[in-house]
């Protein structure tokens, strides 16, 4: 794979499209590391946030991309994802998001200016509603679904999703605070079920 020109084509395609700038994301894996079950040990080429990194590691969103990829995956070209891949037990997934709420989200309430970002307020609601869906419902489905779980189950923070739900680019909001509650609220829920070989 030359990497030179798979980093040009992402700069070109968000010189065409610069609404598209900055929130695109797109992981390249070479079939042998896609058959792996858990987070493989070599790095792989990823494109986000504007940057091309050749060797980027992966992490808990591994296993729960694998399993969305296999359940809900449309194939442009080639094999289904599900033909590429063993199956991934719900409990597995279920781990892998409380270990990625504890890795990824919940470091995020010391980072203010992080925080200060609206859309980053927004993306952290969401992903929050997914894993509380996932580790406390079990069940993995649409952010738009998992949001809806939640608010039917603590309808106390339905304000907050509301408005994570309805933000778009270029609005402003204005819920550190409340992010940064929420934040700690799941990772409580959590708390109380999480151990390692829980599920």
Same mark, same amino acid.
């Given at each position: 794979?030359?990497? @030179?020109? /798979?980093?040009?084509? %992402?700069?070109? $395609? *968000?010189?065409?499209?610069?609404? &598209? !700038? #900055?929130?695109?994301? =797109?992981?390249? /894996?070479?079939?042998?590391?896609?058959? !792996?079950?858990?987070?493989?040990?070599?790095?792989?080429?990823?494109? #986000?946030?504007?940057?091309?990194?050749?060797?980027?590691?992966?992490?808990? *969103? &591994?296993?729960? @991309? %694998?399993?969305?990829?296999?359940?809900?995956?449309?194939?442009?070209?080639?094999?289904?994802?599900?033909?590429?891949?063993?199956? $991934?037990?719900?409990?597995e997934l279920r781990q892998a998001s409380a270990r990625d709420l504890f890795a990824e989200w919940v470091p995020k309430i010391d980072?203010?200016? &992080?925080?200060?970002?609206? %859309?980053?307020?927004?993306?952290? /609601?969401? @992903?929050? =509603?997914?894993?509380? =869906?996932?580790? $406390?419902g079990g069940e993995a489905g649409s952010k738009k679904t998992s949001c809806e779980w939640a608010k039917a189950r603590y309808p *106390? &923070?339905?304000?907050l999703i509301d408005e994570a739900e309805r933000w778009t680019y270029g609005d402003e909001m204005k819920r550190q605070a409340d992010?940064?509650?929420?934040?700690?609220?799941?990772? !409580?829920?959590?708390?109380?079920?999480?151990?390692? @070989?829980?599920?």
């Amino acid at each position: 794979m030359n990497l @030179n020109r /798979v980093e040009q084509l %992402h700069k070109e $395609i *968000e010189r065409r499209r610069p609404e &598209w !700038e #900055g929130r695109v994301e =797109c992981s390249y /894996v070479p079939l042998e590391l896609v058959r !792996e079950r858990t987070p493989p040990k070599t790095p792989r080429p990823w494109w #986000g946030f504007g940057t091309f990194y050749a060797e980027a590691p992966a992490g808990n *969103e &591994w296993i729960i @991309n %694998h399993y969305l990829l296999r359940k809900y995956g449309i194939a442009l070209y080639g094999p289904e994802f599900r033909e590429l891949v063993p199956p $991934i037990d719900i409990g597995e997934l279920r781990q892998a998001s409380a270990r990625d709420l504890f890795a990824e989200w919940v470091p995020k309430i010391d980072d203010s200016r &992080w925080l200060a970002n609206s %859309h980053y307020q927004s993306y952290l /609601v969401l @992903n929050l =509603c997914r894993i509380l =869906c996932t580790v $406390i419902g079990g069940e993995a489905g649409s952010k738009k679904t998992s949001c809806e779980w939640a608010k039917a189950r603590y309808p *106390e &923070w339905a304000d907050l999703i509301d408005e994570a739900e309805r933000w778009t680019y270029g609005d402003e909001m204005k819920r550190q605070a409340d992010a940064v509650a929420f934040t700690r609220f799941a990772a !409580e829920r959590v708390n109380e079920i999480y151990t390692p @070989n829980a599920f």
